[in-house]
């Protein structure tokens, strides 16, 4: 019975969402728990992102970007909330790194309004 609701569930959410999903840099769809590196889009503007030291912290418990176009960063997987088979533009979204950095507790990001 519980797997018949879930069914329901995300079949509804299937179908009362509008949003596209969300596509890698060949056109297809991001895969949940998947390991992606995130880039900009534009050569020269920098490497892809990786965890770092910023400010005053003592471990890497910022998000940077690489300075060198050659340097891709380090990978994160992407898990939709609540747990979908796709990520569609409009869900919320854990990110986090595939390895956590050392000194770190967790390599799941928060983000804050500044």
Known sequence: MKT???IVSLLLVAITTNAE???DITGEPLIPGAQYYILPIF???GGGLRPGKAGNS???VNV???FSDLDSGEPVK?????KIGLIPTDTLLHIKFVETPEGVSSGNWITVKD
Request: proline share 20%; net charge positive; aromatic share 10%.
């Open 4 to 6: 018949l609701v879930l």
């Open 58 to 60: 003592t471990n890497p």
């Open 64 to 66: 940077l970007k690489a």
């Open 78 to 82: 992407f898990t939709p909330v609540p």
């Open 43 to 45: 050569w020269g503007a």
């Open 21 to 23: 999903p969300v596509l």
